[in-house]
Structures are given as structure tokens and as C-alpha cells.
């Protein structure tokens, strides 16, 4: 990995080119030889390409009207994104069909081919307690009452690292657990981690990523919180 210092007329770069990564951390910017990671695609990633598949029929299926539709509702203010340099961008309707109906596929939901009506939800206000597996373990999200149910699903993927000396939200992360109108002030997640990495050892740091989703796919912001378990 080399440092980059950048300058005029480059103020950034973000991405892979050529076989070469660019980005930047909190000693500034650097550049690596890009490698694909040394993972297998597991059964859920499988299934989602599988189903990913189906999007373009379906796309060309609806009418010339209804996807014109799709555009316009994509160029509204609200739709608005930031790419990693910090610069906003607005993407297609075609992109945005598929963003939601894969947030509705993750959920067990239909396909999604109307024009979304429900606004992007807030991003949610929430503690993660995290516990070693073991008998009368309860891995948990905690929330105010009325902070998911009746309107919005709750979504989260979490990630286990190691290292208690690590305070950033690392990547990858995995798609953990969900529930489509959740009741109550609490949310037990042990089943779906345990499902996910096996097992959850002590001092293991947990690192959460929840978002409220509409039923249209519509997620809000992420809020990030970690924990180490006990």
C-alpha cells in the first residue's frame, strides 16, 4: 500500500481502476493493489443473484408510462445520494426499482413495481446488548416504544470483529436479522447470530447497523452502535 498526496487538478479519488484501489482512512489517502477476497459466496448471496435476475424482465414488462414514472420520482430532492467524495449524484429509476425490491427481498416482501408514495423513514434510535452463546444467552436491540411498530420493518446487519481496540464500523458486514412491524421495546437477535457466525464468543465486538424500512424497500440512514460481548 503506497500514501497518495493529492492536488490540484485531483482533490480525490475513490474506487478501483486498472486493478488498483483508491481510498483514503484517517492518515489520508493511499493506493493498493486491488484483490478479490478470499471468501466463498454463500448460499444467501447465491439466492439474491438468482433473484436479482428476475428484475430486468420485470422491468421491461411494466409500461413506457410507469417507468417514466420510476424516473421522475428518482430526480425528486429526496432522492438525492452522496458518492464517497462527498459529492451528491441522483441515480435512474431503473436503479432505484432495484435497490428497493432487493431491501423487499431481504425482507420476504413482493416486488415493488408502483412508485413509491411513503417518504424515507428517520434512521432509528436504538442499544445493542451483545452476550457470548450460551445457555440463557439474549443478544438483543432495546428501543423506545413506537420507534418501528406499526409503520416501519426494522433491519439490521452486524458485524464481529476481534479487536475491543476497534471503534470504526468495519466492512463487510452481514444482512443479521429483520422483523416486518416489530411490537414492543425490544428485539432478540441470539437465534439470528448464531445462524449467521456459528457461535458469539466473549470479548468478540459487535458492531450494528439498523435501519427502519417502509414496505415500499425504502430504508433510512443507518445508525451504527457496538458492543463487546459477555
Not at 493529492?6 to 483514503?24: D, E, F, H, N, W
Request: glycine share 10%; aromatic share 12%.
Amino acid at each position: 500500500m503506497a500514501i497518495v498526496k493529492l492536488g490540484a487538478p485531483v482533490s480525490g479519488i475513490r474506487g478501483t481502476v486498472g486493478g488498483v484501489t483508491y481510498s483514503a482512512n484517517k492518515s489520508g489517502a493511499y493506493v493498493k493493489q486491488w484483490a478479490a477476497p478470499p471468501k466463498p459466496i454463500r448460499v444467501q448471496t447465491a439466492q439474491q443473484q438468482g433473484w436479482l435476475g428476475s428484475l430486468p424482465g420485470e422491468w421491461r414488462a411494466m409500461s413506457q408510462a410507469l417507468r417514466d414514472a420510476w424516473d421522475v420520482w428518482a430526480a425528486l430532492g429526496a432522492q438525492e445520494k452522496t458518492n464517497s467524495l462527498g459529492e451528491a449524484y441522483y441515480c435512474s429509476g431503473w436503479n432505484w426499482f432495484v435497490e428497493l425490491n432487493l431491501n423487499c427481498y431481504l425482507v420476504g416482501r413482493a416486488t415493488q413495481t408502483a412508485v413509491p408514495v411513503i417518504a424515507k423513514p428517520a434512521a432509528p434510535t436504538y442499544t445493542l446488548i451483545l452476550e457470548a452463546t450460551g445457555v440463557g444467552a439474549d443478544s438483543r436491540v432495546t428501543y423506545g416504544a413506537g420507534e418501528f411498530s406499526p409503520d416501519y420493518d426494522l433491519v439490521l446487519y452486524l458485524d464481529l470483529v476481534s479487536s475491543q481496540g476497534r471503534a470504526v464500523w468495519p466492512l463487510p458486514y452481514r444482512f443479521v436479522h429483520y422483523n416486518r412491524n416489530p411490537i414492543g421495546t425490544e428485539e432478540s437477535i441470539q437465534a439470528s447470530l448464531d445462524g449467521v457466525y456459528g457461535a458469539v464468543a466473549v470479548g468478540q465486538r459487535g458492531f450494528a447497523a439498523m435501519q427502519r424500512g417502509t414496505s415500499e424497500g425504502y430504508r433510512s440512514a443507518v445508525t451504527v452502535e457496538y458492543e463487546d460481548a459477555v
